[in-house]
């Protein structure tokens, strides 16, 4: 049973969420990161993504960059900008999209739950990208992007959360620029405090949902404070990490579709009967019969699972797995995201890993397949739409202590960074 805390988290002060609140470092580049704080400079993207400050001569990755990153913080401390909340607290955080609203809990998880699985991952991490955050970590003494968690929430969470939102009024509530309405509530009553930590408790296992390499940056620089520190307790700021907990069905993965520069030299009839042997070509539809907003089933989008539809030369084509490729007793290989790979991008395009190899372009399902038609007008050669991985997929993989292959899941909408941050170096408020 996972374990967690409540904080007394830093914040922007009233007023100022909407021009604080930015989108995940790791999903802006950085001319997009530099254009976002040219136009706001209160963009918590200054402190994310601190190379902002810096010309181009200057790498990302840059020790001043870490420097810089903790200067902007605790001036923005200083100032007023961003307040500390006098005792520990849960916030409740909603967000609404297109008329979707999911709720989760910010909170403290545990490292030590992370360490022994109570924490599950679905995805493998690369130790160049962790060693950015855990720089970042180090020197800002702050956890300033939340981890995306899952859990199954019971009736009574589920029932505290409703109801804790029905009485409360919002601390912060404001519309994002991409229409995204963002509330957050105060959680400080002991009486609920102790329901959502049983709550969590009695869900069982946590998730990490979004957000994999910050949990590992987390997790490593408590293993290395540790280490400096024999005699530490567990208390310490250190040993837990920023998360926010939604109940598994709220949330909602879009697809990461794909597409690839070439055909490996061959022409487009020969990669048809290559992957002929593997797939079904069940309809074939030029692109500009295919009119109006993206919908299942229209040749552009995979109507059900084991079906990826393809752009090709000017054709939709929907195609279908045989049955002798379909492995369901492997949560990893029953993936669309794996049959495609294991069975077209590697043995016919030569694609052996798609982390590497830069013939290979992912797009976020929620551009919708006008940008994979907008990457073919760019020069790329073949594209693929998939199906999402749903959500009991996931827990599969995670149950099973397996990995996807990247890019397998896109959760939308994001956690905005800046609007809870959890200080490492201000002692526990009791």
């Known amino acids: 049973m996972a374990q967690i805390r409540p904080f007394a988290a830093v914040h922007p002060a009233a007023g100022y969420e909407r021009r604080v609140a930015a989108l995940p470092y790791d999903v802006v580049t950085r001319a997009e990161a530099e254009e976002i ?11 994310d993504r601190a190379e902002t400050w810096f010309d181009r001569t200057v790498d990302t990755y840059d020790d001043r960059v870490y420097a810089k990153a903790r200067e902007t913080y605790r001036k923005m401390l200083a100032d007023g900008i961003y307040v500390r909340d006098e005792k520990p607290a849960y916030y409740l955080c909603e967000i609404t999209m297109d008329g979707h609203t999911q709720t989760g809990i910010a909170a403290l998880a545990s490292v030590d739950d992370y360490l022994s699985g109570e924490v599950r991952t679905h995805e493998d991490t690369r130790l160049e990208k962790e060693q950015d955050r855990i720089r970042h970590i180090g020197r800002v003494g702050a956890q ?64 990490i949902a979004d957000g994999h390499h ?40 879009f697809p990461y579709n794909r597409a690839v520069k070439d055909l490996g030299g061959m022409t487009a009839e020969e990669f048809l009967t290559k992957i002929r042997a593997s797939f079904e070509i069940l309809r074939r539809v030029p692109a500009g019969e295919i009119a109006g907003p993206d919908r299942p089933g229209d040749g552009r989008i995979p109507e059900k699972k084991g079906e990826i539809c ?16 379909l492995r369901e007793d492997d949560p990893v290989a029953a993936l669309d995201v794996s049959i495609l790979q294991d069975n077209l991008l590697g043995p016919v395009l030569g694609i052996r890993d798609p982390r590497t190899d830069t013939r290979i372009r ?36 995670a149950d099973a202590r397996e990995k996807m292959p990247p890019k397998s899941t896109c959760f939308e909408p994001k956690l905005r960074s800046g609007l809870l941050i959890h200080d490492l170096e201000e002692p526990r408020t009791k």
Request: overall charge neutral; aromatic content about 8%.
């Open 362 to 397: 992912f797009v976020e399902g929620l551009r919708g397949t006008d940008e994979l038609m907008a990457e073919i007008s760019h020069g790329f050669r073949v594209a693929f739409s998939m199906m999402p991985t749903s959500m009991g997929e996931l827990l599969r993989v």
């Open 37 to 47: 704080v040219r136009k706001e400079p209160l963009s918590f993207l200054h402190i």
């Open 144 to 207: 300033t992007g939340p981890i995306l968690l899952a859990c199954r929430a019971g009736k009574s969470l589920r029932e505290r959360i409703a109801a804790i939102r029905e009485r409360k009024q919002p601390a912060c509530d404001f519309v994002s620029g991409d229409g995204i309405r963002h509330r957050v509530f105060r959680v400080d009553d002991p009486e609920d405090i102790r329901a959502i930590t049983e709550g969590v408790r009695d869900a069982g296992t946590l998730y």
């Open 214 to 253: 910050r949990a590992a940056s987390a997790v490593k620089v408590a293993l290395m404070r540790r280490k400096e520190n024999p005699g530490y307790t567990g208390n310490e700021e250190y040993n837990v990490f920023l998360s926010v907990i939604f109940p598994e069905d709220e949330l909602r993965i």
């Open 310 to 325: 393809m752009l090709l030369d000017g054709l939709w084509y929907t195609l279908r797995a045989k049955p002798e490729i």
